[in-house]
């Protein structure tokens, strides 16, 4: 029983990491019909941006976690409105390939520099463990779930209690309509898109002093993070991010019980969901 | 009269399209004189895999992000087949591409349920899937190793030599990319636009749209099986590599440089990325991520039509073409109109 609760509770924290992902890709699709292929590569980034702040200026995680998701959300609003913006008027795929163009390109260079070995980052916060009644846990990452959880909270709310947030999903939902009413919904759209990108990059600073920061990490994330919100929805905020948790729970709880499966399972569980609601468990049938 | 229809179909003088197809043979049987061999069998293979890659993107519209999967699985297949029976290689590959087409089943059959870059996700979701259990099934294929000393048999034939090999390799690309040719240019091919162009209206004149999307993906997958196949025997080897979601994003970026929806300007991509990164590492730059990303941005921010496109559109005949040239298009989902649109 205690390892079953241990192990949902690592699954939890990881599971962190694709909710906040999740949730930065269906922001960014919700708004621009587009699949950031990138935003793997940005959750790298931010990883790395977390390592080259401290070797080069000293400055520790809380600083990392501040400045690091600030400056690649900054890259990302320059990203769209130099690049991805000349191509959201054509077939979304085309900007799938521009960002995994663009993913293949930030995780070259960042080889070219630190190669492909991991890169130790051992200012984290919170080092030891805590006693949760039932086992004891490290206590960094429970702070990584309190994060991850409130953000998710911060942002449902956004979206749904405040003007800002009725605007972006009403642009969501029904553009024509909304630009019928006088909102100028071009203006969110790079707002929205820098915001996604940062949240990436903050899971990745907030990676960075628990898992291995090398270059392939944004790759490995990035494909399962795209199950998880065809299992979700990619239409779905809520589906979304709520996919993200359940499926790192999910994959943990595989890993105890049916080692076999601890890699495949998403995908399984990505074919189960395809078949019997192709949709995603909370998205509706929609143009892509 | 044949030539007359073959004419009056392209719209290009016969004399060109003719011409065009005796430089490609050409080209083709001189390519060991003026490069490496194992090179220009690479080309050959990528070549073969980038045109069965673009008989899915061009004709049918559907980017597929996964074909690593079933170029990898045939060259596992093969690679099996090749080093436990003793059969001539012609075997083992078609055996491998057996296996692609067997695998491109389930996961056509699920993937043709989602469209557009959803199709893209959920291809690449599981191609990831076959390259884990390449990974851990590592008593079958050889996990980390690979696969190593796969033999090229043929009886009463040497084929140590590389060069002589290619000569063997040689007529399944030309049966392969002469099949996808005939494909895209019969009834069946038409179909397959019609479905891209217009699900809802294709559906409405009685063509089962998802089925022949997954006929179309198993063919593809199946002709990726040969060229994954041929790449195994002519390096002797197969490995993770040919299962990695790296492997799909090449030969898309081939397609896609070649110019999507021209069938043999993926040729022209294949044969470019191969001498690149050949041209790369044998110059000790290992990141070939690099130029592969940045072809990507370059031709999708600025060359859509890719190479073989724009030549074909600077060279279109004049006289008479009342349509606008459009840019290759990809699957459009138009909504899905036999879906109620919810109030």
Redo the contacts between chains.
């Keep these: 029983m205690t390892s079953f609760l241990q192990q949902a509770f690592n699954g939890l924290v990881s599971g962190s990491f694709y909710a906040l992902l999740a949730l930065g890709l269906a922001v960014i699709f919700g708004m621009l019909r587009v699949v950031n292929f990138a935003h793997g590569a940005l959750y790298m980034l931010g990883a790395f941006g977390a390592v080259a702040l401290a070797d080069t200026t000293g400055l520790g995680f809380w600083w990392a976690l501040l400045l690091v998701p600030l400056a690649l959300a900054l890259t990302g609003t320059l990203l769209e409105r130099l690049l991805i913006r000349r191509l959201t008027a054509l077939d979304p795929l085309y900007n799938f390939l521009l960002t995994f163009g663009i993913a293949l390109v930030c995780q070259d260079l960042l080889r070219m520099k630190y190669g492909a070995h991991s890169q130790p980052y051992e200012r984290g916060p919170f080092t030891g463990s805590m006693d949760l009644g039932l086992f004891d846990f490290p206590r960094y990452q429970v702070f990584v779930l309190a994060v991850s959880v409130t953000l998710c909270l911060a942002v449902w709310l956004l979206l749904t209690h405040t003007r800002i947030g009725t605007i972006v999903r009403a642009a969501t939902e029904r553009p024509e309509l909304t630009r019928a009413f006088g909102i100028d919904t071009g203006r969110w759209v790079t707002p929205v898109f820098g915001f996604g990108v940062g949240l990436a990059a903050l899971a990745g600073v907030l990676a960075a002093p628990m898992r291995a920061v090398n270059t392939g990490m944004g790759s490995d994330l990035i494909i399962t993070v795209f199950a998880v919100v065809v299992i979700g929805g990619l239409g779905s905020v809520f589906g979304s991010v709520l996919a993200g948790f359940t499926i790192g729970m999910l994959q943990a709880l595989g890993n105890l019980y049916v080692p076999v499966l601890s890699q495949t399972s998403v995908y399984l569980l990505m074919a189960v969901v395809l078949l019997v609601r192709p949709a995603g468990l909370f998205g509706k049938e929609e143009p892509a | 009269m044949i030539l007359a229809l073959l004419d009056k179909l392209h719209g290009r003088p016969v004399w060109i399209r003719w011409g065009l197809f005796a430089a490609g043979l050409l080209v083709a049987l001189g390519l060991p004189w003026s490069l490496y061999p194992p090179v220009a069998t690479d080309i050959l293979c990528w070549g073969l895999f980038a045109v069965a890659f673009d008989l899915l993107l061009g004709h049918a519209g559907l ?1 597929s992000f996964g074909h690593a999967a079933f170029w990898g699985s045939s060259a596992y297949v093969t690679g099996l087949i090749a080093l436990h029976s003793g059969l001539p290689f012609y075997v083992a590959v078609l055996g491998g591409a057996g296996a692609a087409a067997l695998l491109a089943l ?1 996961i056509g059959f ?2 043709v ?6 199709f ?3 291809t ?3 191609a ?2 076959v390259y ?2 390449a ?2 099934w590592g008593d079958v294929t050889g996990g980390e190793n690979g696969l190593q000393g796969i033999p090229r048999d043929l009886p009463g034939f040497d084929l140590s030599d590389s060069f002589v090999f290619y000569y063997a390799a040689l007529p399944v690309v030309l049966l392969g990319l002469a099949a996808a040719w005939r494909i895209a240019h019969s009834p069946f091919g038409r179909v397959i636009a019609a479905v891209r162009d217009n699900p809802a209206r294709a559906r409405a004149l009685g063509y089962p749209a998802d089925r022949y999307k997954l006929v179309v993906f198993t063919v593809s997958a199946f002709l990726s099986g040969l060229a994954g196949g041929l790449y195994a025997v002519n390096h002797g080897f197969a490995s993770l590599q040919e299962v990695y ?1 790296t492997t799909s ?1 090449k030969v ?1 970026v081939m397609t ?1 440089l070649g110019g999507m929806g021209t069938l043999w300007g993926s040729l022209l991509g294949a044969g470019a990325i191969v001498r690149l990164e050949d041209w790369l590492s044998t110059s000790g730059f ?5 130029v ?6 370059v031709v ?2 600025l060359f ?1 039509r890719g190479v073989w496109g724009t030549l074909a559109h600077a060279l279109r005949p004049r006289s008479g073409s009342s349509t606008p040239d459009p ?1 290759p ?2 699957e ?5 109109a036999s ?1 109620p649109v ?1 109030p």
């Design positions: 980017l389930p699920l993937a349920r989602r469209s557009g870059i959803y893209a996700m959920v690449l979701a599981f990831q899937m884990f259990i990974n851990q979601w994003g898309v896609v290992e990141e070939t991520g690099l592969t990303g940045g072809v990507f941005i999708v921010l859509r840019e298009h990809l459009h989902d138009h909504g899905d879906q919810s």
